[in-house]
């Protein structure tokens, strides 16, 4: 048994052995519905809970989707239904859950909810988003990207804007897998330095600027995501747009980068803020193919927890 909480934990090959398995498992079912189980089944007999401290669309449809493909039973619970950290302890709802199940996906407001459930549980948890990492989502990037464009490791990403959750787990990416990666924030809005600090440990070829046209000229990828995330206040809204108005991808922006390169966004987004129309719906755009391939990417996680 082994969680999947941050890509920092796992070795480059194990992180490839997941992309290779994503890989093959999409082609593999490139003419079956997407309703129909995939051959072998691995995960007939197992039982997997998702828990949602946050409301999640992408999250919920591309994990159950996944599971169902992999032969696996479902439960989906809200951590309202749970009144998880309230009445007994996260360690112990944990070991409960642990009693029912097979595997947990736990989309945690706060991280360290996610590192006490994984702590005390003795079955698989993966980590669905928390205010500091968003792991599946930037493994299924890595495939999107590497569809495209080849290894990771040839090419160059440009993360704008805010510092998040989702630019964490880029740099814990390039840190493990390899590659280039240039981040355009706001001084206010800079990455974690914990995970800068630990990049720079790695010898990660990641640099860090407050100009959205220095981190994107020559990039094969650029990325961005909302102004303000889920785990934001509402009145933090207008001081976030001000601050995040110069790091807005649109074309002028995009003229800096390569000439045929990729847009991603992690979705939902919120058009004309951090993204132009003609930049999310152009040639450049491969946010649904991103959103696709979390259930790919999600499948093969699922049985790296299971050693399958």
Same mark, same amino acid.
């Given at each position: 048994?082994s #969680?999947?909480?941050?890509?920092?934990?796992?070795?480059? $090959?194990?992180?490839?052995?997941? @992309?290779? &398995?994503?890989?093959?498992?999409?082609?593999?079912?490139?003419?079956?519905?997407?309703?129909?189980?995939?051959?072998?089944?691995?995960?007939?007999?197992?039982?997997?809970a998702?828990?949602?401290e946050? $409301?999640?669309?992408?999250?919920?449809?591309?994990?159950?989707?996944?599971?169902?493909?992999?032969?696996?039973e479902?439960?989906?619970?809200?951590?309202?239904?749970?009144?998880?950290?309230?009445?007994?302890?996260?360690?112990?709802?944990?070991?409960?859950?642990?009693?029912?199940?097979?595997?947990?996906?736990?989309?945690?407001?706060? #991280?360290?909810?996610?590192?006490?459930?994984?702590?005390?549980?003795?079955?698989?948890?993966?980590?669905?988003?928390?205010?500091?990492?968003?792991?599946?989502?930037?493994?299924a990037?890595?495939?999107?990207l590497?569809?495209?464009?080849?290894?990771?490791?040839?090419?160059?990403?440009?993360?704008v804007?805010?510092?998040?959750?989702?630019?964490?787990?880029?740099?814990?990416?390039?840190?493990? @897998?390899?590659?280039?990666?240039?981040?355009?924030?706001?001084?206010?809005?800079?990455?974690?330095?914990?995970?800068?600090?630990?990049?720079k440990?790695?010898?990660a070829?990641?640099?860090?600027?407050?100009?959205?046209?220095?981190?994107?000229?020559?990039?094969?990828?650029?990325?961005?995501?909302?102004?303000?995330?889920?785990?934001?206040?509402?009145?933090?809204?207008?001081r976030r747009?001000? +601050? +995040?108005?110069?790091?807005?991808?649109?074309?002028?922006?995009?003229?800096?980068?390569?000439?045929?390169?990729?847009f991603? #966004?992690? +979705?939902?987004?919120?058009?004309?803020?951090?993204v132009t129309?003609?930049?999310?719906?152009?040639p450049?755009?491969?946010?649904?193919?991103?959103? &696709?391939?979390?259930? #790919?990417?999600?499948?093969?996680?699922? +049985?790296?927890?299971?050693?399958?």
């Amino acid at each position: 048994m082994s #969680h999947f909480l941050d890509l920092k934990d796992f070795s480059k $090959p194990q992180l490839r052995s997941i @992309l290779t &398995e994503a890989n093959s498992r999409k082609k593999a079912r490139a003419k079956l519905f997407k309703g129909e189980p995939d051959a072998d089944k691995p995960l007939k007999g197992k039982a997997i809970a998702l828990i949602f401290e946050r $409301p999640s669309t992408r999250t919920r449809f591309s994990f159950e989707m996944g599971i169902r493909q992999l032969g696996g039973e479902v439960f989906t619970v809200s951590g309202a239904e749970m009144q998880l950290g309230r009445g007994e302890t996260i360690a112990d709802t944990a070991r409960v859950v642990s009693r029912y199940v097979d595997a947990v996906m736990i989309r945690a407001k706060a #991280h360290h909810t996610l590192l006490e459930f994984a702590d005390a549980a003795t079955i698989p948890v993966v980590n669905g988003l928390t205010n500091a990492t968003h792991p599946c989502q930037v493994m299924a990037d890595v495939l999107t990207l590497e569809e495209r464009k080849g290894s990771i490791e040839k090419t160059r990403s440009a993360w704008v804007g805010d510092g998040n959750n989702v630019c964490a787990s880029w740099i814990e990416a390039v840190g493990i @897998l390899g590659g280039a990666l240039r981040i355009a924030s706001p001084k206010e809005l800079m990455p974690n330095p914990e995970f800068l600090n630990w990049a720079k440990q790695k010898q990660a070829d990641i640099e860090v600027t407050h100009s959205a046209q220095e981190a994107v000229k020559g990039a094969d990828n650029v990325i961005t995501d909302c102004w303000l995330s889920m785990h934001d206040a509402d009145e933090e809204k207008a001081r976030r747009n001000q +601050l +995040l108005r110069p790091y807005q991808v649109n074309e002028a922006l995009m003229k800096h980068a390569a000439k045929d390169a990729l847009f991603m #966004h992690c +979705l939902p987004a919120h058009r004309n803020e951090e993204v132009t129309d003609a930049v999310f719906d152009g040639p450049a755009s491969v946010v649904f193919d991103e959103a &696709e391939n979390r259930v #790919h990417a999600q499948k093969a996680i699922l +049985l790296s927890c299971f050693a399958k």
